[in-house]
């Protein structure tokens, strides 16, 4: 909305001072580059950097039009600009956006054709655009961190709504839907955490308070552990079989068959209303009181934390009974943190005890001193990522000019720019190779609705120029969600303003995609030959990375629960997450649909499913050791850094296999960590349906990297009986 905003802004002013057409089409490219370029949360930097974006382009245009006449010259002016852009990304979002600003405003300059005699009026034009990028920057669509945050909490609640409701639907389902019901909610679980990797993407920004930075943190971790192990508790007690984690997170794992529970009965008609219930309680608005009915539904919702006030069942529904506790303990807590009313007049004796739990629990947090991380060290020279990418858009934007020019003296530019834009936010030449794709073939579409539209609203101006205001923000809307997509819009956009600047004709379009599908080749030819980061290394980078963060929060969270010392656990899974979440982009080359290596995209499928099952088994961990001194019914227990040492060792050694082929490293088979603690030893007691919650989490883990072993090609040794 702020693109368009700008944009129409523009155009209105240009309108009104009667600008030629050639001007309202530089006006509107300008002041969108203005508004999208600006990444910055706080409103001062983002102002000095639109003034500093502003004299960047008013130096890129007078170089592109000063240099319009002197061919040579002025490509290897466009090759050494396009270097500095990219290369500027290693100074921050500033340096991205001035990067960005003076190739685009370059672009610009070749599209509508400057000359130095037309400078004077594309001075005006940019001012212009500039002034209105900053207006509904700062007055009308107004954004602030804290704005942001607080419909990133509201988003959050939402999801958590939308996967209870998806977990209700996978309880009524039958075994002919039951693989719709499960991808659903999969989806629906994928979404909240990723709304929750943005929730603390802002939080360091958009809260003034440090201290209620890190309560909302952990309250919406453990909002997202609840949820996330309630659809499991869900999966098992609907099936004769117990279910593996591994199905909530790869589609096409098997899924446990039979039915455990009827359709209808007393147990099931029970879960289902309280299922019911545990929605209303997480979409009642924040700043609502609750009501004595509601605090009457809440107190028995909580009430399931109790053994005495579990209803008679099967064991696998009990544990459902007792998750719904959890998780409306979790809603509790998140409720609480986000300001809502203490309506504690009702309280039970179990939603008092939730609500000291909590209380002591921000106390905590409060009295808590924050670890200082070291950040890692980047790497220097031509292994630094900004100057390796650099080095590869300028080779393969020369390659695209030559290329281009044989193809098209005039709009040569258009493989240029496609060769841009594939090495944007791009890591390997995998990458690059997908982006170009569905870039050529997002192009492709657009180019039909290009030849349908042009032949619609070819001789209206206005009405030309409000379907390019339309797809413009359908270009944005889309762009995280599909970038063909985006790409046709994109396509869709440029072939009405071909047809405003009479420029269009079918031979125009067919250009369009002849320059296309060059710039994407010569952007794969850089990329595989200028300093290369093949698809296999750099996924194998990232895979070191995450199986890192995994051994940091297992080990620090099983060193808690054994008696050590507290440690930051939330910010070290955060970690783990987002190191899984950048190994999950890089292997979308080898899952995309066009990859012709079928059993390779299986494995790398299968490997991401496992390390996101021991995240969320390391999420849950690290989660339970943060309640370890504040909750009565937790107990530490030393034996478990027994349990954890051969899990370390497993992961070492598939970290060595990965990094070195040729190590000698295999992985090792043994009883499973729950018989280490189970009744029977001497001197080995249990502590309840925690600890027995930790040891399953151990487990499964366990069992993760165990099953990492074999589609990676790491030896396992069995120990000899």
């Known amino acids: 909305m702020r693109t368009v905003g700008a944009i129409a802004l523009t155009l209105a002013v240009l309108g009104v001072l009667r600008a030629p057409l050639t001007h ?60 500095c852009a990219v290369y500027g990304r290693r100074f921050g979002d500033r340096g991205t956006a001035l990067g960005l600003i003076g190739f685009q405003i370059y672009f610009l300059s070749l599209f509508v054709g400057a000359t130095p005699s ?80 943005m929730i603390q993407g802002g939080l360091e920004e958009g809260s003034s308070d440090e201290t209620v930075a890190r309560l909302v943190q952990r309250r919406i971790a453990d909002a997202e552990v609840a949820a996330e192990r309630l659809g499991l508790l869900l999966l098992n007690a609907r099936s004769a079989e117990r279910a593996d984690t591994l199905t909530l997170h790869l589609p096409g794992a098997p899924v446990p068959q039979g039915r455990l529970l009827p359709v209808r009965d007393d147990v099931t008609d029970t879960m289902r209303r309280d299922l019911g219930a545990l929605r209303m309680l997480v979409l009642r608005p924040v700043g609502e009181g609750g009501g004595t009915a509601l605090s009457h539904v809440r107190n028995r919702l909580l009430g399931y934390r109790d053994e005495e006030n579990l209803p008679p069942a099967p064991a696998a529904a009990q544990d459902v009974f007792r998750g719904i506790g959890e ?63 650099a080095l590869q858009v300028a080779v393969g934007s020369a390659l695209a000019i030559v290329g281009g020019e044989f193809l098209s003296a005039q709009r040569w530019y258009w493989a240029v720019l496609t060769c841009w834009i594939v090495f944007l936010n791009t890591s390997s030449t995998g990458e690059i190779v997908v982006k170009g794709y569905r870039r050529l073939v997002g192009t492709v579409l657009g180019v039909v609705a290009g030849i349908v539209l042009a032949g619609l609203v070819g001789h209206h101006t206005w009405t030309a120029l409000g379907l390019v205001l339309v797809f413009v923000f359908l270009m944005f809307y889309t762009a995280p969600v599909s970038y063909t997509v985006m790409s046709f819009f994109v396509t869709a956009a440029l072939g009405l303003l071909y047809t405003l600047l009479h420029a269009y ?131 530490a227990e030393p034996r478990l850094r027994e349990a954890c040492r051969r899990m370390s060792r497993n992961i070492g050694a598939i970290t060595a296999h990965v990094t070195d082929e040729r190590a000698a490293a295999e992985v090792e088979s043994a009883p499973s960590i729950a018989s280490l603690l189970e009744p029977g030893t001497a001197g080995t007691p249990r502590y309840g349906r925690v600890t027995d919650r930790v040891l399953r989490h151990l487990q499964r883990l366990d069992e993760a990297v165990l099953g990492l072993a074999r589609p990676l090609g790491v030896p396992v040794a069995t120990p000899e009986r």
Request: hydrophobic content about 50%.
């Open 327 to 389: 998780a409306a303990r979790a809603v509790l807590g998140l409720r609480t943190a986000l300001g809502a009313p203490q309506d504690d007049a009702d309280d039970t004796p179990a939603a008092a005890r939730s609500r000291e739990e909590l209380d002591a629990e921000d106390a905590a947090i409060e009295g808590a001193e924050e670890n200082e991380r070291a950040q890692q060290e980047q790497p220097g020279g031509l292994r630094r990522p900004t100057t390796r990418a």
């Open 505 to 635: 004709s079918m031979s125009v379009l067919v250009l369009r995609v002849e320059e296309t599908a060059l710039g994407a080749a010569c952007g794969v030819i850089a990329a595989a030959l200028v300093l290369p980061v093949h698809t296999d290394r750099r996924t194998n980078e990232l895979l070191v990375t995450v199986l890192e963060r995994l051994t940091d929060v297992t080990e620090a969270a099983v060193e808690q629960l054994s008696g050590g010392s507290a440690t930051d656990l939330l910010d070290r899974a955060r970690e783990l997450d987002r190191a899984l979440g950048d190994l999950r982009s890089a292997t979308q080359p080898l899952t995309h649909p066009i990859t012709p290596l079928r059993a390779r995209r299986n494995t790398a499928e299968y490997v991401v499913a496992l390390l996101e099952t021991g995240a969320y088994h390391a999420r849950s961990l690290a989660a339970t050791a943060e309640l370890l001194p504040t909750h009565p019914s937790i107990a």
């Open 118 to 197: 037309a400078l004077p009026g594309l001075y005006g034009v940019l001012v212009i655009a500039f002034a209105s990028s900053a207006f509904v920057r700062f007055v009308v669509v107004h954004e602030t961190p804290a704005g942001i945050l607080e419909r990133l909490r509201e988003a959050f609640r939402v999801r958590l709504a939308q996967l209870v409701s998806a977990q209700l639907t996978l309880l009524d389902t039958g075994p002919g839907d039951m693989d719709r019901a499960l991808q659903e909610v999969r989806e629906n679980t994928l979404r909240l955490h990723d709304t929750a990797m």
């Open 24 to 83: 309202l089409v530089a006006g509107a490219i300008a002041s969108m580059v203005a508004t999208f370029a600006i990444r910055e949360k706080q409103r001062g930097k983002q102002a000095v950097t639109l003034v500093l974006g502003l004299a960047t382009a008013l130096a890129s245009v007078s170089l592109g039009a000063l240099l319009s006449s002197h061919v040579v010259l002025g490509d290897l002016f466009f090759v050494a600009l396009i270097f």
